[in-house]
């Protein structure tokens, strides 16, 4: 199967895309493009807002507004006004690092990772944003944070530190938010592409957007790659199932670090592309915090 383009938004760096079932608006960061864009699969239209920095990630808040992951902190933000309600620094002890993936689990925590975005060092972390704002460490000795999802059930929890080229699972407890008994749930040393930003179907299977590699794949519940969906450019960055049925996969994709050529070649960099794949995904629930 191949996605097709369906928003031409040549986003600098698309990533951390949801769908809202609330406004029926599929959301997604353009990360260097300091933007957030959302689209309207009923009308077709797209909408980008200004943003005064960097966003990482974000999901809607349950009694409105948002729960935003800036680079260097996250913070509870109003969309209309602009403010601001800080939750937790990030990191502030290493320049080197910011936040980069994250989603919410089915309780509705926020679970968000860090990458060392200068060196690549494994010195960053994951971090679990509770209801209650309490914030802990969940996950250290991360390079790049990526692929952070959840089985239907909520008991499982997906990661990817990229480099490492590999799916891993956790249990995760959904009482405390959690994680232990970390095993490898999929390989991608033989892919041609690096495991990115990822989401959930209703049957369980994980499907992953391949950084560099053309790519999004489905990791079925046994952990082998059984469907494979074909993106007409070098970097898709995240998928999520949309739509009213839930039944349309989008993928974002970026233009970081490709030349002229690379953009010549291939125009509809940073684009926002949608499959059918004949399944269902599962909503994402709002940060309860």
Not at 49 to 72: K, N, S, W
Not at 148 to 158: E, K, Q
Request: glycine share 8%; aromatic share 8%.
């Amino acid at each position: 199967m191949r996605a097709e383009l369906i928003v031409d938004c040549k986003n600098q760096h698309g990533e951390g895309i949801f769908w809202n079932p609330s406004d029926g608006l599929v959301w997604w960061t353009d990360i260097e493009g300091c933007a957030l864009w959302s689209f309207d699969p009923s009308t077709s239209q797209s909408a980008s807002h200004t943003m005064p920095e960097r966003v990482c990630c974000f999901t809607p808040r349950a009694t409105g507004g948002l729960i935003v992951a800036f680079a260097d902190r996250v913070v509870l933000f109003d969309p209309l006004t602009k403010k601001e309600t800080l939750v937790t620094l990030f990191e502030p002890k290493n320049p080197e690092t910011r936040l980069n993936d994250g989603r919410t689990d089915r309780q509705g925590r926020l679970i968000v990772g860090g990458m060392n975005e200068v060196s690549g060092k494994a010195d960053s972390s994951v971090i679990c944003v509770d209801t209650d704002l309490s914030v802990r460490t969940i996950i250290d000795h991360v390079s790049c944070a990526n692929s952070t999802c959840f089985s239907p059930d909520g008991a499982t929890m997906y990661f990817a530190d990229t480099p490492d080229r590999e799916i891993v699972a956790y249990d995760y407890d959904t009482l405390t938010g959690s994680v232990s008994n970390r095993r490898v749930h999929a390989l991608f040393k033989d892919e041609p592409g690096l495991p990115d930003g990822s989401c959930v179907d209703a049957e369980g299977g994980v499907w992953n957007a391949e950084w560099e590699g053309r790519r999004v794949v489905r990791v079925a519940p046994d952990g082998t790659i059984d469907h494979i969906i074909e993106v007409p450019v070098w970097k898709p960055t995240c998928c999520a199932f949309g739509g009213p049925e839930l039944d349309s996969l989008f993928i974002t994709t970026s233009r970081l670090m490709s030349d002229e050529d690379a953009l010549t070649k291939e125009p509809e960099s940073g684009g926002l592309f949608a499959v059918k794949p004949g399944v269902r995904g599962v909503i994402d629930t709002p940060f309860n915090g």
